[in-house]
């Protein structure tokens, strides 16, 4: 029994995390060209990392894919329910 959670590739761990890090850093704070998606590269160096015990730069990784998953649920929110934005947004005085 064989599982097809992790798709198979001869390349070591290390090169792995560095190709994942040289996308990210080049990448930078602009936007991802299609068919790159920011969050993958972000999981796939998490786990990396933790393959190779790089603990507290896992730590950081986690923290980005968490600010990410608050954008993605934020803006997944406001796209389905229109006015719910606005709402949030309003102070009462």
């Known amino acids: 029994m064989f599982s097809q959670d992790e798709p198979f590739t001869s390349l070591l761990p290390e090169t792995l995390f560095n190709m994942g890090r040289y996308l990210l850093l080049n990448l930078g704070k602009s936007e991802a060209p299609s068919g790159i998606s920011r969050v993958h590269i972000l999981y796939a160096l998490a786990k990396q990392g933790k393959n190779l015990g790089a603990f507290k730069f896992v730590r950081a ?11 993605l649920l934020s803006s997944q929110i406001s796209e389905n329910t229109p006015g719910l934005c606005a709402e949030l947004f309003l102070t009462s005085s």
Do not use: A, P, R, S
């Not at 990784?61 to 954008?71: A, C, S």
């Open 61 to 71: 990784t986690y923290d980005q894919l968490q600010v990410w998953n608050d954008i």
